[in-house]
């Protein structure tokens, strides 16, 4: 299997041909990414301005926008340039569902929008702690934001006006780092699923996690954790390096494929959640390839 797959779009609004749609489909539910290299994001005049290091607060690195709310987290920005970053947030957030919608119409009355993000602040030559280090391989679980077994599907576009690239590595499958990782974390107590539900509810009791964490979401986290953490898997893990330039825009499944962002800046971010069901290949989810490994229900 490629791990990318180039698709010829450039338009937001204008559904791909039923051509592009056949192949997209597939490719991204077996853990390609997809790519379009001209799909460019226009800023609007001013808006250039946010595209600066200094934009978030203190040591965040991304912006975070709730369409729900249409409010800004982790920024320092005051109005009006709050209010600014704000509206160029929505404006992607809905040309991303439209985009998104078009793609697959498949999961246009399935997905739902959660939250944006701006990231302006350059990956490489920063300290992280080995967990939140993202330029590790690994797939995405949220700590406070459990699935339930729903899908994680992110669409990024690079907007550098200096003509940075964004440079990930991706590898795979997801079957293949879950086989290698569940027997170690199925020596802690959080793999078994009754210890996993009841931790769950009191988590979501105490308002620790928006949403109550299933089995399916402790084992998701603790795969994120493990394979960060693996100093074998990261070094020896086989993988592919992929370069998206400015004006590139890309779409992945990012909880099924393990990834690392090593470079790069000025990026937007939309995520959407998808159940499982929606899926033309459901089997293909990291929910049903764990339940199916684990031999226990998880959600
Ligand atoms: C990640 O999800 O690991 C980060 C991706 C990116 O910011 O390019
Ligand atoms: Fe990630």
């Not at 964004?166 to 027997?183: N, Y």
């Not at 937007?268 to 049903?288: K, Y």
Request: aromatic content about 8%; charged content about 20%; overall charge neutral.
């Amino acid at each position: 299997m490629d791990a990318t797959l180039t698709l010829p779009v450039s338009e937001w609004r204008i559904p791909p041909s039923p051509e592009i749609q056949e192949h997209a489909l597939p490719a991204l539910e077996a853990g390609t990414v997809l790519v379009f290299p001209r799909l460019n994001f226009p800023l609007l005049s001013g808006e250039q301005g946010f595209l600066t290091e200094s934009a978030p607060s203190g040591t965040r690195k991304n912006i975070s926008y709730d369409p729900a709310t249409g409010k800004l987290g982790g920024t320092q920005l005051a109005a009006p340039q709050a209010t600014e970053l704000a509206a160029l947030l929505a404006r992607f957030g809905t040309d991303a569902v439209t985009f998104v919608s078009g793609l697959l119409p498949r999961y246009a009355p399935h997905l739902r929008q959660a939250r944006a993000s701006f990231r302006p602040a350059e990956i490489m030559g920063r300290t992280y702690a080995p967990r939140h280090d993202d330029r590790r391989l690994h797939t995405d679980a949220f700590p406070t934001r459990p699935t339930q077994g729903g899908r994680i599907l992110r669409l990024f576009v690079n907007i550098d006006p200096a003509g940075t690239p964004r440079e990930w590595q991706v590898s795979g499958p997801f079957e293949q780092v879950a086989a290698r990782f569940l027997p170690e974390l199925g020596r802690t107590p959080l793999s078994r699923p009754i210890i996993a539900t009841l931790a769950g509810h009191v988590m979501a009791g105490l308002n620790l996690t928006h949403g109550r964490r299933t089995p399916y979401d402790f084992l998701m986290l603790g795969l994120h954790d493990r394979a960060k953490l693996d100093e074998d898997y990261q070094a020896g893990a086989l993988r592919t390096a992929v370069t998206f330039a400015p004006g590139t825009a890309w779409l992945c499944f990012t909880d099924s494929v393990p990834h690392a962002a090593l470079a790069g800046r000025n990026t937007l971010e939309q995520t959407f959640h998808l159940p499982v069901e929606a899926m033309a290949q459901p089997e293909l989810s990291p929910l049903r390839v764990l339940e199916r490994l684990s031999g226990h229900a998880l959600v």
